[in-house]
């Protein structure tokens, strides 16, 4: 009797010990054996390109993406290519492909079985026509401490959200391949050490409107247990029926019929990005109002479907606790993308912009961003154009999702960031005080706050390091962001208040992160030019400039 409890005890153990075990760089999760790596500069574990859904080739182009098929093992110690890059800016370089339905994970060097660490799964931006995981400002090795990171590839451009009711294209396929994605974290994430019920769904610009339009879906809870929208959030979608004008256009510039999708599917893709070029607006960036339209070549955008996407996001909200922030000078990056110099921006450069994208109430727009309004600035013309984008694509339908949020009882938190980064984070912005300066915190500039990324930049390769106090405040937002994970809360109340109509408080990241008003009040004036462009834009002859 005693031998039997001692072997019982021993197998007790052993059961124990493998269950455990640290998941390591080798995971049997997908119906397969995964194989990681280690990552370079860190102690987490790296798992590379693990395909979630089938190639999107031949048949499956412009269709709903399909689960991966099994397999015996999948080798994840490489980054796998990202999916086909359109338009000129934000391109991630190196290795792209059609065949690009894969994500990254990063984990703990200690995880185990048992560890139900939080999930934090990161949607890329690039107007949904470019970037891709394999950018290294979206290395999770640096956070991938007490959380598991996850990153997403889905497809770009009008392979992402062509819609084309005559040849039966529904559009929306770069949606459906972030949903596959969750439900297949929400189905394996457990084999790596990770919580399927402490999923935050995270991303920035488009990635950031992608996260909150599924933040709304009726599945979300299902899927997430929370959201951040960095620099994106509550803007209307143009709905299947408004860009039947624009994507008939667009396939007959690629030589299609639009009702033949057989042509379309045999598209050169190369070809299509250089018609997408030739065709686009030829205007100095796009405020993407409902006039100017999403998919003209230069971004494209999820549609209200009935389907995959009910009713407008910003009317429904989000269904599960959220973060909606942006940047102070969110504007400044597009223009100087331009590759304009700044005191070349006249007021004939702010005609035409404002008139392009406000039309009928591009007066209105003037008088409120007068060019002498921002006369103290060094380049006036340069700084009113980048606050008009800044308030009126990013701040402004930021304050609407955070009203839809709080009118559903639903807890959000808001954030201004407004540090100026003491060094480049992109490999196009040089290494240059004053030309930092003058962008300020512009779009992108929070992305390698929030992974980490304080040495070594412009990643990879880089020579300039984050001071301390920015290295302070990237472990602050690290936190935050494991913090609303796990717990639904960004953190303890009088450090980050919960935003509400009346307080309207929040988080401002200026030297220090500290609880302070945010002021939405040009949000009034904005509104109301919104409300127009979107009565307008509801009409069925389409507005042209």
Same mark, same amino acid.
């Given at each position: 009797?005693?031998?039997?409890?001692?072997?019982?005890?021993?197998?007790?153990?052993?059961?124990?010990?493998?269950?455990?075990?640290?998941?390591?760089?080798?995971?049997?999760?997908?119906?397969?054996?995964?194989?990681?790596?280690?990552?370079?500069?860190?102690?987490?574990?790296?798992?590379?390109?693990?395909?979630?859904?089938?190639?999107?080739?031949?048949?499956?182009?412009?269709?709903?993406?399909?689960?991966?098929?099994?397999?015996?093992?999948?080798?994840?110690?490489?980054?796998?290519?990202?999916?086909?890059?359109?338009?000129?800016?934000?391109?991630?370089?190196?290795?792209?492909?059609?065949?690009?339905?894969?994500?990254?994970?990063?984990?703990?060097?200690?995880?185990?079985?048992?560890?139900?660490?939080?999930?934090?799964?990161?949607?890329?931006?690039?107007?949904?026509?470019?970037?891709?995981?394999?950018?290294?400002?979206?290395?999770?090795?640096?956070?991938?401490?007490?959380?598991?990171?996850?990153?997403?590839?889905?497809?770009?451009?009008?392979?992402?959200?062509?819609?084309?009711e005559q040849a039966g294209l529904?559009?929306?396929?770069?949606?459906?391949?972030?949903?596959?994605?969750?439900?297949?974290?929400?189905?394996?994430?457990?084999?790596?050490?990770?919580?399927?019920?402490?999923?935050?769904?995270?991303?920035?610009?488009?990635?950031?409107?992608?996260?909150?339009?599924?933040?709304?879906?009726?599945?979300?809870?299902?899927?997430?247990?929370?959201?951040?929208?960095?620099?994106?959030?509550?803007?209307?979608?143009?709905?299947?029926?408004?860009?039947?004008?624009?994507?008939?256009?667009?396939?007959?510039?690629?030589?299609?019929?639009?009702?033949?999708?057989?042509?379309?599917?045999?598209?050169?893709?190369?070809?299509?990005?250089?018609?997408?070029?030739?065709?686009?607006?030829?205007?100095?960036?796009?405020?993407?109002?409902?006039?100017?339209?999403?998919?003209?070549?230069?971004?494209?955008?999820?549609?209200?479907?009935?389907?995959?996407?009910?009713d407008q996001p910003r009317k429904?909200?989000?269904?599960?606790?959220?973060?909606?922030?942006?940047?102070?000078?969110?504007?400044?990056?597009?223009?100087?993308?331009?590759?304009?110099?700044?005191?070349?921006?006249?007021?004939?450069?702010?005609?035409?912009?404002?008139?392009?994208?406000?039309?009928?109430?591009?007066?209105?727009?003037k008088a409120q961003y007068s060019?002498?309004?921002?006369?103290?600035?060094?380049?006036?013309?340069?700084?009113?154009?980048?606050?008009?984008?800044?308030?009126?694509?990013?701040?402004?339908?930021?304050?609407?999702?955070?009203? /839809?949020? %709080?009118?559903? &009882? *639903? =807890?959000?938190?808001? $954030? #201004?960031?407004? @540090?100026?980064?003491?060094?480049?984070?992109?490999?196009?912005?040089?290494?240059?005080?004053?030309?930092?300066?003058?962008?300020?915190?512009?779009?992108?500039?929070?992305?390698?706050?929030?992974?980490?990324?304080?040495?070594?930049?412009?990643?990879?390769?880089?020579?300039?390091?984050?001071?301390?106090?920015?290295?302070?405040?990237?472990?602050?937002?690290?936190?935050?962001?494991?913090?609303?994970?796990?717990?639904?809360?960004?953190?303890?109340?009088?450090?980050?208040?919960?935003?509400?109509?009346?307080?309207?408080? /929040?988080? %401002?990241?200026? &030297? *220090? =992160?500290?609880?302070? $008003? #945010?002021?939405? @009040?040009?949000?009034?004036?904005?509104?109301?030019?919104?409300?127009?462009?979107?009565?307008?834009?509801?009409?069925?002859?389409?507005?042209?400039?």
């Open positions: 009797m005693l031998e039997l409890y001692i072997i019982l005890r021993i197998l007790v153990y052993a059961i124990g010990i493998r269950c455990a075990a640290a998941v390591g760089t080798v995971v049997k999760a997908a119906g397969c054996t995964i194989y990681g790596t280690r990552c370079e500069h860190s102690t987490s574990n790296a798992f590379l390109g693990i395909p979630y859904a089938r190639p999107p080739l031949g048949d499956l182009r412009f269709a709903s993406p399909q689960p991966a098929h099994d397999t015996n093992f999948i080798d994840a110690t490489k980054q796998k290519p990202n999916c086909l890059q359109f338009g000129l800016a934000f391109i991630e370089p190196g290795p792209q492909s059609e065949n690009c339905l894969f994500l990254n994970i990063f984990t703990p060097h200690n995880a185990t079985l048992e560890s139900s660490l939080p999930v934090k799964a990161w949607i890329h931006g690039g107007g949904n026509s470019a970037d891709g995981i394999t950018n290294p400002l979206y290395n999770g090795c640096a956070t991938a401490d007490d959380a598991i990171v996850v990153t997403i590839n889905y497809r770009l451009g009008p392979l992402g959200y062509l819609a084309l529904e559009g929306n396929y770069g949606i459906q391949d972030q949903l596959l994605a969750l439900q297949w974290i929400q189905d394996n994430i457990a084999a790596f050490g990770g919580d399927p019920t402490k999923v935050l769904l995270f991303g920035e610009s488009a990635g950031a409107y992608d996260a909150f339009t599924i933040s709304t879906l009726p599945q979300a809870p299902s899927l997430f247990s929370a959201v951040i929208s960095e620099s994106g959030s509550g803007q209307d979608l143009p709905t299947f029926s408004q860009v039947q004008y624009h994507n008939n256009r667009i396939a007959r510039a690629f030589g299609c019929d639009p009702a033949d999708v057989v042509c379309l599917r045999r598209l050169n893709t190369t070809a299509m990005n250089d018609t997408l070029l030739e065709n686009g607006p030829k205007v100095l960036t796009v405020a993407v109002s409902l006039l100017t339209n999403e998919n003209t070549g230069i971004s494209w955008s999820p549609v209200v479907d009935g389907k995959t996407i009910p429904v909200g989000t269904k599960v606790p959220a973060i909606f922030g942006t940047n102070g000078n969110e504007g400044a990056i597009f223009f100087w993308l331009l590759d304009s110099p700044f005191a070349g921006f006249n007021e004939t450069m702010y005609d035409t912009f404002i008139d392009y994208n406000f039309g009928p109430w591009a007066s209105s727009v060019i002498s309004r921002f006369g103290a600035k060094e380049y006036p013309t340069f700084a009113a154009m980048s606050a008009i984008l800044t308030d009126f694509y990013f701040k402004c339908p930021t304050y609407r999702a955070l009203k /839809g949020a %709080v009118d559903k &009882n *639903v =807890p959000v938190f808001s $954030y #201004l960031f407004n @540090n100026t980064p003491s060094c480049s984070w992109l490999p196009a912005i040089p290494q240059d005080r004053q030309l930092l300066d003058t962008l300020g915190a512009t779009h992108t500039s929070d992305i390698p706050f929030v992974f980490a990324i304080t040495e070594n930049l412009p990643p990879p390769h880089g020579n300039c390091s984050f001071t301390q106090r920015e290295r302070g405040i990237s472990n602050f937002l690290v936190k935050a962001w494991t913090s609303m994970a796990s717990r639904q809360s960004p953190g303890t109340d009088s450090v980050w208040p919960a935003w509400d109509r009346v307080d309207s408080m /929040g988080l %401002v990241i200026d &030297n *220090v =992160p500290d609880a302070g $008003y #945010l002021d939405y @009040n040009v949000c009034y004036f904005w509104d109301v030019v919104s409300l127009n462009i979107t009565e307008l834009s509801q009409t069925d002859i389409p507005y042209e400039s």
